[in-house]
DNA sequence: CCTCCATCCTGTGGGC
DNA sequence: TGCCCACAGGATGGAG
């Protein structure tokens, strides 16, 4: 579910209440969400009272940096989301780990504990799997002829190739889908077989796509749906073209979407205008 | 190096 | 109504 969009969303509305504050104290209530912590015992230490430089993000991965050099790495995984509540209020069931500001409680819940955090230092960010990450689809998108070179000679289908974060970093299944659908190249196309044009109206679909996404705070979907710190859900789930639209017809030309599985996942698209 | 696939979890919705 | 199974936005690590 989160996808970049979902997470820069989060980052946005993290950013007033963390930015220049100082975390009093963190805890984390499942060990599992700690296991990209090189030594557990290491979270609560470095977390407590650790003044906040500022927010990032690269991909789906929340980037805040921290005083003396650490890094409070956060990944929603598939069920994550953050919130922002006061000290004393309810808690939601999943509520897997907690930091305290001064008047703050900032929550990550995440029922199916496939989101992680971590504090990292500079050494263990160097060692850590964030360095594999491609240029962020949003921020650093490649030019054509960069794109074109990471995806030449590749065997699997451009859908699997848009969802590997060492290529480009932040698309996931929806986003990918409805960057494959504007684009109108086919999901199974093998990566390797496009052609200049095609990797380039790829290319192009990104940013309007996930600004779009953006400008509607995102997709919730389902009962274990992503949602703003505030509690809100993202509204961009009715703008879908593809993505979820299993014979409906397409936007563009009426045929009924199709769905495929490709690499295991979902895939939606139209068997005529993309091709 | 690349590719494929199982796996980690919990909750929900559809089919029977 | 109740039960069971399939499926769900992601990343990783091991096998081949």
Not at 76 to 92: C, F, N, T, Y
Request: charged share 30%; proline share 7%.
């Amino acid at each position: 579910m989160p996808e970049l969009p979902e997470v820069e969303t989060t980052r946005r509305s993290l950013e007033p209440y963390l930015a220049g504050e100082k975390i009093v104290e963190a805890e984390s209530r499942r060990a599992r969400m700690l296991r990209r912590q090189p030594r557990e015992r290491d979270f609560a230490d470095r977390m407590r009272n650790r003044r906040v430089r500022g927010l990032r993000r690269h991909g789906k991965f929340l980037l805040i940096d921290l005083d003396g050099d650490l890094t409070w790495v956060i990944h929603l995984g598939m069920s994550g989301r953050m919130q922002v509540k006061d000290p004393g209020d309810p808690e939601a069931r999943h509520t897997n780990v907690v930091a305290r500001t001064a008047d703050k409680e900032i929550r990550f819940v995440d029922p199916r504990t496939f989101g992680f955090t971590a504090v990292l230092t500079p050494d263990e960010y160097a060692e850590s799997t964030l360095t594999r990450l491609g240029p962020d689809a949003l921020t650093e998108l490649p030019r054509t002829r960069q794109l074109a070179a990471r995806l030449e000679g590749r065997k699997p289908p451009i859908k699997s190739l848009l969802l590997n974060q060492s290529i480009i970093a932040g698309l996931g299944n929806i986003y990918a889908d409805e960057v494959l659908f504007r684009s109108r190249v086919a999901p199974h196309r093998e990566g390797g077989s496009l052609d200049g044009g095609e990797v380039s109206a790829i290319r192009r679909a990104i940013r309007p796509v996930l600004e779009s996404g953006l400008k509607y705070g995102g997709t919730s979907l389902g009962d274990l749906a992503y949602l703003l710190p505030d509690g809100q859900a993202g509204r961009y789930l009715d703008r879908l073209k593809a993505y979820g639209r299993e014979d409906e017809p397409c936007p563009r030309c009426g045929t009924p979407i199709r769905r495929s599985v490709i690499g295991q996942r979902s895939s939606f698209w139209c068997p005529v205008c993309q091709t």
